[in-house]
């Protein structure tokens, strides 16, 4: 059975910097799309990065610049680099793998960034 698991989420203060990382257990196959989204209190989900199968990637324009995800396959674990970061983005964050049947989801990470 496949689970997500992320972690590395907490409380920073404008302009600080956290990483989240999300990692896998289990086998996971066919890998099509690997993601990060948010969801902030009363607002829909939403998509904050991607990193499909050939390693293009493509970032929400909120956060184009500012964050970076990338994956080590060794870890099977997939992470989220966030800097500069502001009150906007204060959201629970979840990352999100989708094979060719399947799709995972992470139970979410809580990142607050305030003064």
């Known amino acids: 059975q496949v689970q997500l698991v992320e972690s590395g989420g907490g409380l920073v203060q404008p302009g600080g910097s956290l990483r989240l990382s999300c990692a896998a257990s289990?086998?996971?196959?066919?890998?099509?799309?690997m993601g990060w989204y948010r969801q902030a209190p009363g607002k829909q989900r939403e998509l904050v990065a991607t990193?499909?199968?050939?390693?293009?990637?493509n970032y929400a324009d909120s956060v184009k610049g500012r964050f970076t995800i990338s994956r080590d396959n060794a870890k099977n674990t997939m992470y989220l680099q966030m800097n500069s970061l502001k009150p906007e983005d204060t959201a629970v964050y979840y990352c999100?793998?989708?094979?060719?049947?399947?799709?995972?989801w992470g139970q979410g990470t809580q990142v607050t960034v305030s003064s």
């Open positions: 999100n793998i989708v094979t060719v049947s399947e799709n995972y």
């Open positions: 289990g086998s996971i196959f066919r890998i099509y799309m």
């Open positions: 990193l499909n199968s050939i390693g293009r990637t």
